[in-house]
């Protein structure tokens, strides 16, 4: 327990050191809002590109032959890409097993007079949900916002470096309604899944044309590119971490040095060195605990910030917050601060603090009376 003379003398040291306990403090704040909203900001990214790919069925690969013969192991890929007013509007069927749309705002298809639009494309003509478009001499409600896994990014082709929604865009729409207003003029290729191999396609299909999800710059750009930012988050991160670690070791020495004859003075008195350790670990510890609350709270209120970077970019699905990173994050920011600190402290203290000797005991007499 730190009795009301311990908690003066170390209220008295923590103001005596408030310059280098406020930088130990601002750095502390620093790596956790770092470490909490950066990284896990962006490896939520990555998880939620992960996950929609998996859920929503990303193809393998893609390729045209004639020789498919209903084959249930691909799906066909039918689209009508319509030209309005200089721009590419890419119109696709809804496919059933392959590609699979997520609406990310507004409802899913219900009639074959609605549409669903990418987001950045919605955006970029300035249209909103329930707004109609023309298409074919027809007129289409735009019911919501979605995109497929292969389409994130959101280019006309693998050859175009960046998407830009003012030019592209892609729509899907309901069977009956492509069957009924774009068969006419379409393009197909076909898609597969896991359950077929690269080889076995390449067998049995004979294809004229063959691209792996490994080569398609769609897919991988956009996987590249979220994996990039949570890597640079880990560096960043190790960077103010190891700058904390050695600005708190150099406050500890020097206290250390400071407050020889004061705690030559508490070990004269009875004092252990663990109950020396754990008065001199009081303030460090309070300001580490203080600021790692502080930076939980700026990294959380980041993450969002973080998450929609590259939105104007690609069309991301629905973003969720990666849990198991959010929880790992916070615990190793306070174990790794924390443990630290103890470790020190326990180097620091953890010998023979005095000899009883007559020379000792003036001068702790002498400084005792003062």
Known sequence: MVNTKQRKRIIRRMRKNGPKLLAIFILVTITTSLFIGYFVGTSSVLSSLHQFNKTNRLEQGYFISDQINNDLRVEKIVYRDIVINDQT?????????LNQYQVTTGADISSDKQILL??????????????????????????????????????????????????????????????????????????????ISLEEVVDQFSPHFLRDTLNNSRVQQVLGDAESPQQLSILIVSIFCVITIILIL???????????????????????????????????????NIAL????????????????????????????????????????????????????????????????????????TMLSSK
């Open 118 to 195: 990418d987001k950045n494309y919605l955006q970029a003509n300035g249209w909103s949900l329930h707004n109609e478009i023309e298409l074919m001499g027809e007129l289409f409600e735009i019911i919501g916002t979605a995109i497929s896994p292969d389409y994130v990014m959101t280019k006309k082709s693998e050859l175009v470096l960046q998407p830009n929604p003012l030019a592209f865009g892609v729509a899907y729409v309901s069977e009956e309604a492509f069957n009924k207003y774009f068969l006419n003029g379409s393009t197909s290729y076909y898609a597969y899944g896991s359950d």
């Open 293 to 364: 609350l502080v930076g939980i709270c700026l990294g959380h209120q980041a993450i969002p910030y973080v998450m929609d970077m590259n939105q104007t970019i690609y069309n991301f699905p629905i973003l969720t917050i990666n849990r198991e990173m959010y929880i790992l994050a916070v615990v190793l920011s306070f174990l790794l601060f924390n443990i630290f600190c103890f470790v020190i402290i326990k180097i620091s203290f953890g010998r023979k603090l005095y000899r009883k000797t007559s020379k000792n005991y003036f001068a702790i």
């Open 89 to 97: 509007l890419r119109v696709f069927k809804e496919t059933t097993h």
């Open 250 to 288: 150099i406050y500890f020495l020097e206290e250390k040095r400071k407050e020889e004859k004061n705690i030559l003075t508490l070990s004269y008195l009875g004092f252990s060195n663990k109950e020396i350790a754990n008065h001199y670990l009081t303030d460090i510890l309070f300001i580490v």
